[in-house]
């Protein structure tokens, strides 16, 4: 029989109970909002508070911080960080490894390429003055 929640103590003594997502099996924060469509990989993590929209993929290893947006459609590649308050825009790619850091937006159909980092608070727009729409490398 598989255990339905999961608790993990943290550093201070405070523990987190969290839910295995029917897709994909990933572990969703108790208070986090996921679509019963998204897919969320059995290794990655949704924090308190965050929301991931339709159609969403969360790669393997990945970590959705507190209050977080991932929008509609969005994909994340493998070890990815999602900062506190992050918004990742519908139908935005986000690459394996990169980072995007608290309360920065990725707007809607941006891409974050692999091993990049967003800074905190930044925005990364759908097209570049280049019309490139990409994230620089960190």
Known sequence: MSRVFEEIEDGRGGVTKYRKHPNGRGFVEVSASVDASAFIAPTSYVEAGAEIGRSVRI???CWIGRNALVGATAQLGASVRIGEGAVIGAGSKVGSYARVGDN??????ARVPADSTVADNAVIASKSSRGEGWASAA
């Open 59 to 61: 790669g393997p290893g």
């Open 104 to 109: 920065a937006r990725v707007t809607g159909g």
